[in-house]
Protein backbone atom coordinates (compact mmCIF):
# COMPACT_ATOMS: atom_id res chain seq x y z
CA UNK A 1 0.00 0.00 0.00
CA UNK A 2 1.38 3.50 -0.83
CA UNK A 3 1.42 5.95 2.45
CA UNK A 4 3.39 8.39 0.49
CA UNK A 5 5.84 8.94 -2.50
CA UNK A 6 8.80 6.49 -2.14
CA UNK A 7 7.66 4.87 1.11
CA UNK A 8 5.13 2.10 0.48
CA UNK A 9 3.79 -0.34 3.53
CA UNK A 10 4.01 -3.96 2.44
CA UNK A 11 1.62 -6.56 3.70
CA UNK A 12 2.91 -10.22 4.27
CA UNK A 13 0.87 -13.10 5.33
CA UNK A 14 2.42 -14.61 8.23
CA UNK A 15 1.61 -17.65 10.54
CA UNK A 16 3.14 -17.92 13.46
CA UNK A 17 2.73 -20.63 16.38
CA UNK A 18 -0.61 -21.43 13.83
CA UNK A 19 -1.88 -18.03 14.12
CA UNK A 20 -2.92 -16.54 10.77
CA UNK A 21 -1.67 -12.61 10.85
CA UNK A 22 -0.39 -10.32 9.18
CA UNK A 23 2.86 -8.57 9.12
CA UNK A 24 4.03 -4.73 7.67
CA UNK A 25 7.06 -3.90 6.79
CA UNK A 26 7.97 -0.96 4.85
CA UNK A 27 9.71 -0.03 1.89
CA UNK A 28 11.44 3.39 1.28
CA UNK A 29 13.31 4.45 -1.88
CA UNK A 30 15.60 7.36 -3.34
CA UNK A 31 17.45 7.04 -6.46
CA UNK A 32 20.46 5.53 -4.60
CA UNK A 33 19.15 3.60 -1.93
CA UNK A 34 15.83 1.11 -1.80
CA UNK A 35 15.56 -0.28 1.94
CA UNK A 36 13.47 -2.75 3.71
CA UNK A 37 12.66 -2.12 7.69
CA UNK A 38 12.26 -5.68 8.92
CA UNK A 39 12.33 -8.54 6.73
CA UNK A 40 9.23 -11.08 8.00
CA UNK A 41 9.93 -14.68 8.29
CA UNK A 42 11.76 -17.06 5.45
CA UNK A 43 8.41 -18.46 3.65
CA UNK A 44 7.89 -14.31 2.93
CA UNK A 45 10.97 -14.19 0.48
CA UNK A 46 8.44 -14.68 -3.10
CA UNK A 47 5.84 -12.07 -1.41
CA UNK A 48 8.63 -8.91 -0.87
CA UNK A 49 9.87 -9.62 -4.03
CA UNK A 50 6.47 -9.86 -5.97
CA UNK A 51 5.55 -6.89 -4.04
CA UNK A 52 8.42 -4.64 -4.40
CA UNK A 53 7.76 -4.80 -8.07
CA UNK A 54 4.33 -3.75 -7.79
CA UNK A 55 5.60 -0.95 -6.19
CA UNK A 56 7.75 -0.09 -9.11
CA UNK A 57 10.97 -0.86 -6.91
CA UNK A 58 12.57 -4.31 -8.39
CA UNK A 59 14.24 -6.83 -5.60
CA UNK A 60 17.38 -6.31 -7.59
CA UNK A 61 17.79 -2.53 -6.72
CA UNK A 62 17.10 -3.37 -3.00
CA UNK A 63 20.37 -2.15 -1.03
CA UNK A 64 19.58 -2.25 2.54
CA UNK A 65 17.87 -3.99 5.64
CA UNK A 66 17.08 -2.39 8.66
CA UNK A 67 15.89 -4.79 11.61
CA UNK A 68 13.65 -2.77 14.49
CA UNK A 69 14.82 -5.59 16.62
CA UNK A 70 15.90 -8.39 17.12
CA UNK A 71 12.61 -10.81 17.19
CA UNK A 72 12.27 -13.43 14.89
CA UNK A 73 9.36 -12.68 12.80
CA UNK A 74 11.37 -9.44 12.25
CA UNK A 75 14.82 -10.74 11.33
CA UNK A 76 14.61 -14.21 10.32
CA UNK A 77 13.62 -13.34 6.24
CA UNK A 78 16.49 -11.77 6.23
CA UNK A 79 18.93 -14.78 5.54
CA UNK A 80 17.15 -15.78 2.38
CA UNK A 81 16.83 -11.56 1.07
CA UNK A 82 20.93 -11.93 1.30
CA UNK A 83 20.97 -15.78 -0.06
CA UNK A 84 19.42 -14.06 -3.44
CA UNK A 85 21.06 -10.44 -2.91
CA UNK A 86 24.47 -10.76 -1.02
CA UNK A 87 25.07 -6.79 -1.70
CA UNK A 88 22.25 -6.16 0.84
CA UNK A 89 23.66 -4.11 3.79
CA UNK A 90 21.59 -5.03 7.42
CA UNK A 91 21.63 -2.61 9.84
CA UNK A 92 20.57 -3.16 13.66
CA UNK A 93 20.35 -0.99 17.07
CA UNK A 94 24.45 -1.77 18.67
CA UNK A 95 22.69 -3.75 21.60
CA UNK A 96 20.51 -6.10 19.89
CA UNK A 97 23.24 -6.54 17.19
CA UNK A 98 24.66 -9.22 19.14
CA UNK A 99 21.37 -10.96 19.17
CA UNK A 100 20.72 -10.95 15.77
CA UNK A 101 24.63 -12.26 14.83
CA UNK A 102 23.39 -15.64 16.73
CA UNK A 103 26.54 -14.51 20.06
CA UNK A 104 24.00 -14.21 22.55
CA UNK A 105 20.79 -16.34 22.81
CA UNK A 106 17.71 -14.66 21.35
CA UNK A 107 15.89 -13.01 24.57
CA UNK A 108 12.76 -14.34 23.28
CA UNK A 109 13.75 -18.13 23.86
CA UNK A 110 13.06 -17.96 27.53
CA UNK A 111 11.59 -20.67 29.92
CA UNK A 112 7.86 -18.37 29.02
CA UNK A 113 8.18 -18.27 25.79
CA UNK A 114 8.33 -22.49 25.84
CA UNK A 115 5.76 -22.53 27.78
CA UNK A 116 3.61 -21.01 25.69
CA UNK A 117 4.66 -23.02 22.43
CA UNK A 118 4.50 -26.32 24.68
CA UNK A 119 1.29 -27.74 23.90
CA UNK A 120 1.94 -27.14 19.78
CA UNK A 121 2.53 -30.11 17.94
CA UNK A 122 6.12 -31.31 17.33
CA UNK A 123 6.97 -30.48 14.19
CA UNK A 124 5.46 -26.91 14.77
CA UNK A 125 7.78 -26.39 17.50
CA UNK A 126 10.39 -27.80 16.36
CA UNK A 127 9.92 -24.78 12.89
CA UNK A 128 9.79 -22.53 15.36
CA UNK A 129 13.29 -23.01 17.16
CA UNK A 130 14.69 -24.05 14.31
CA UNK A 131 13.88 -20.83 12.70
CA UNK A 132 15.54 -19.38 15.78
CA UNK A 133 18.66 -21.28 15.85
CA UNK A 134 19.35 -20.48 11.64
CA UNK A 135 18.65 -16.83 11.42
CA UNK A 136 21.54 -15.85 12.33
CA UNK A 137 23.06 -13.33 10.24
CA UNK A 138 25.99 -10.50 10.20
CA UNK A 139 24.70 -6.92 11.27
CA UNK A 140 26.65 -5.02 8.96
CA UNK A 141 26.18 -1.27 10.82
CA UNK A 142 24.80 -0.62 13.59
CA UNK A 143 22.27 2.69 14.68
CA UNK A 144 22.17 4.77 17.57
CA UNK A 145 19.77 6.96 18.93
CA UNK A 146 19.12 10.36 17.21
CA UNK A 147 21.29 9.45 14.18
CA UNK A 148 19.86 10.30 10.97
CA UNK A 149 20.75 8.66 8.07
CA UNK A 150 21.59 10.30 5.02
CA UNK A 151 19.07 8.18 2.93
CA UNK A 152 15.48 8.96 0.99
CA UNK A 153 15.45 12.62 2.54
CA UNK A 154 16.74 11.86 5.90
CA UNK A 155 15.68 8.86 8.34
CA UNK A 156 15.76 9.76 12.25
CA UNK A 157 16.72 6.26 14.30
CA UNK A 158 15.31 6.61 17.94
CA UNK A 159 16.20 4.24 20.11
CA UNK A 160 12.95 2.94 22.35
CA UNK A 161 14.10 -0.13 24.42
CA UNK A 162 11.42 -1.99 26.30
CA UNK A 163 10.40 -4.51 23.58
CA UNK A 164 13.85 -5.52 22.78
CA UNK A 165 16.42 -3.73 24.47
CA UNK A 166 17.52 -2.59 21.39
CA UNK A 167 14.36 -1.88 20.08
CA UNK A 168 14.50 1.31 17.51
CA UNK A 169 11.28 3.11 15.79
CA UNK A 170 12.24 4.92 12.29
CA UNK A 171 11.17 8.61 11.46
CA UNK A 172 11.14 9.53 7.50
CA UNK A 173 11.07 13.31 7.90
CA UNK A 174 9.62 13.54 4.52
CA UNK A 175 6.76 12.00 5.02
CA UNK A 176 6.25 12.09 8.74
CA UNK A 177 5.84 9.00 8.76
CA UNK A 178 6.57 7.06 12.02
CA UNK A 179 7.86 3.15 11.34
CA UNK A 180 7.41 2.62 15.02
CA UNK A 181 7.81 -1.79 14.91
CA UNK A 182 6.26 -3.08 18.31
CA UNK A 183 7.02 0.38 20.10
CA UNK A 184 2.97 0.14 19.42
CA UNK A 185 0.07 -1.83 17.88
CA UNK A 186 -3.56 -1.53 16.71
CA UNK A 187 -6.50 -2.77 18.12
CA UNK A 188 -9.72 -2.69 16.61
CA UNK A 189 -9.04 0.36 14.50
CA UNK A 190 -6.98 2.28 17.52
CA UNK A 191 -3.62 2.80 18.58
CA UNK A 192 -2.16 1.09 21.36
CA UNK A 193 0.82 0.48 23.82
CA UNK A 194 3.71 -1.66 23.33
CA UNK A 195 3.65 -5.51 24.04
CA UNK A 196 3.06 -6.92 27.24
CA UNK A 197 5.21 -9.67 26.98
CA UNK A 198 9.04 -7.77 26.41
CA UNK A 199 12.20 -9.51 25.82
CA UNK A 200 13.17 -7.93 29.26
CA UNK A 201 17.06 -7.76 30.49
CA UNK A 202 18.58 -5.20 32.56
CA UNK A 203 15.73 -4.12 33.85
CA UNK A 204 14.04 -2.85 30.77
CA UNK A 205 10.71 -3.91 30.72
CA UNK A 206 7.14 -3.07 29.48
CA UNK A 207 7.16 -0.35 31.59
CA UNK A 208 10.01 1.11 29.55
CA UNK A 209 8.40 0.50 26.89
CA UNK A 210 6.24 2.81 27.32
CA UNK A 211 8.37 5.39 28.72
CA UNK A 212 10.13 5.20 25.32
CA UNK A 213 7.20 6.73 23.81
CA UNK A 214 7.95 9.22 25.28
CA UNK A 215 10.64 10.13 22.56
CA UNK A 216 8.40 10.18 19.96
CA UNK A 217 6.28 13.45 20.87
CA UNK A 218 9.42 15.59 19.50
CA UNK A 219 8.59 14.20 16.32
CA UNK A 220 5.60 15.80 14.19
CA UNK A 221 3.72 12.53 13.16
CA UNK A 222 1.36 12.05 9.92
CA UNK A 223 1.38 8.24 9.27
CA UNK A 224 2.26 5.71 11.82
CA UNK A 225 2.98 1.90 10.36
CA UNK A 226 3.12 -0.78 13.16
CA UNK A 227 4.48 -4.04 12.34
CA UNK A 228 1.68 -5.98 13.91
CA UNK A 229 -1.10 -3.25 13.27
CA UNK A 230 -0.47 -2.06 10.13
CA UNK A 231 -1.17 2.08 9.07
CA UNK A 232 -2.60 4.46 11.82
CA UNK A 233 -2.62 8.17 10.56
CA UNK A 234 -6.09 9.86 12.38
CA UNK A 235 -3.90 12.26 14.64
CA UNK A 236 -0.97 10.26 15.61
CA UNK A 237 0.22 12.49 18.08
CA UNK A 238 -2.75 12.85 19.79
CA UNK A 239 -2.90 9.35 20.29
CA UNK A 240 0.39 8.58 21.69
CA UNK A 241 -0.13 11.27 24.24
CA UNK A 242 -2.84 9.16 25.41
CA UNK A 243 -1.67 5.90 25.19
CA UNK A 244 1.51 7.11 27.35
CA UNK A 245 -1.02 8.52 30.01
CA UNK A 246 -3.26 5.20 30.14
CA UNK A 247 0.15 3.13 30.14
CA UNK A 248 -2.11 0.03 29.26
CA UNK A 249 -0.04 -2.49 27.30
CA UNK A 250 -1.47 -4.77 24.71
CA UNK A 251 -2.07 -8.53 24.32
CA UNK A 252 -1.84 -10.67 21.59
CA UNK A 253 -4.15 -13.07 23.50
CA UNK A 254 -7.60 -10.96 23.09
ZN1 LIG B 1 7.02 -8.37 16.35
Keep these: MKIADNLEMLELPMKVMRMDRIVYPTLMWDDDNVILVDAGIPSNLEMIQKQMEAAGVPFKRLTKIIATQQDIDHVAGIKGILDENPEVRVLAHEVDKPYIQGEKKVKRLNSKFMDRIKDLPEEVRLEIVDMFENSSIKVNSTLSDGEVLPFCGGITVIHTPGHTPGHIC ?85
Design 170 to 254: LYHQKSKTLIAGDAMNILHGELVGPNEDPMSEDGVNANDAINSLEKLMNYDIVNIITYHGGLFNDNPNERIKEVIRDRKLYSYMK
